[in-house]
């Protein structure tokens, strides 16, 4: 059974048009993770909630927006979107705190294009 | 801060075969590594993780992973490769609160 879950697998979106990434998790973890993975390179943590507790990283581009709503569901929004910003999305969660026996739990992401 | 470094982007080995990926890490203070992999149009998964203690891990696939202070590595390795091993696989170094700080990827290929 899938325990985090990403939606849409594909996402294709208009430069400059908003869009939102969805994920959602029934592991009850306290921790989501958004990375971006671009064609080639390594996942790059955008940024994260623990719990409520938004942390953003320092060169996450300010067009990047995150939600919280509940401990299940996580949304990554582009406010304009361009064409750098097409990449795989991937959510990821994990138990929280610095548990040495700390895994994270990865969707299977949302592919992003911008035309 | 914690940096990644995976010396080879791609890696053709035939089945059977044994294979190495290499990993090299940078940190300051004390360090948990990972390797994950991400079979194609898949999520990471975690593939096998050192923590403390032995520095030789296993994953119940094959895999191994030896944790070398001295030289800052994690070498992957499986003696004897698999078809379905094709995938591409991430090093990385854990810094708190699980944030992960990966490696650039290498693809293993598998070839028949």
């Known amino acids: 059974d899938a325990m985090v879950i990403q939606n849409p697998r594909y996402q294709v979106t208009q430069f400059g048009k908003p869009v939102t990434l969805s994920c959602s998790q029934t592991l009850n973890h306290n921790v989501m993770y958004w990375y971006q993975q671009k064609s080639s390179q390594a996942p790059k943590l955008l940024f994260h909630y623990y719990d409520k507790d938004f942390n953003n990283e320092a060169d996450t581009p300010d067009n990047f927006q995150s939600r919280r709503p509940n401990t299940s569901f996580c949304f990554l929004d582009i406010r304009s979107p361009g064409l750098g910003d097409a990449a795989m999305y991937l959510c990821?969660?994990?138990?929280?705190?610095?548990?040495?026996?700390?895994?994270?739990?990865f969707g299977s992401g949302t592919q992003l294009s911008v035309l | 801060a914690q940096s990644v470094t995976q010396l080879d982007s791609q890696v053709p080995v035939f089945e059977e075969a044994p294979v190495e990926l290499r990993c090299n890490y940078s940190s300051s203070v004390s360090v948990y590594l990972f390797w994950y992999v991400q079979y194609p149009n898949q999520g990471l998964q975690l593939l096998l993780k050192?923590?403390?203690?032995?520095?030789l891990v296993e994953s119940i696939n094959g895999f191994e992973a030896e944790f070398n202070k001295s030289q800052t590595s994690f070498h992957l390795r499986k003696p004897s490769v698999h078809i379905s091993d094709t995938a591409e696989y991430f090093c990385?170094?854990?810094?708190?609160?699980?944030?992960?700080?990966f490696g650039q990827g290498t693809i293993l290929t598998v070839h028949p």
């Open positions: 990385a170094v854990r810094t708190r609160y699980g944030k992960l700080t």
């Open positions: 990821a969660t994990s138990r929280g705190g610095e548990g040495t026996n700390e895994k994270l739990f």
């Open positions: 050192y923590l403390s203690g032995s520095t």
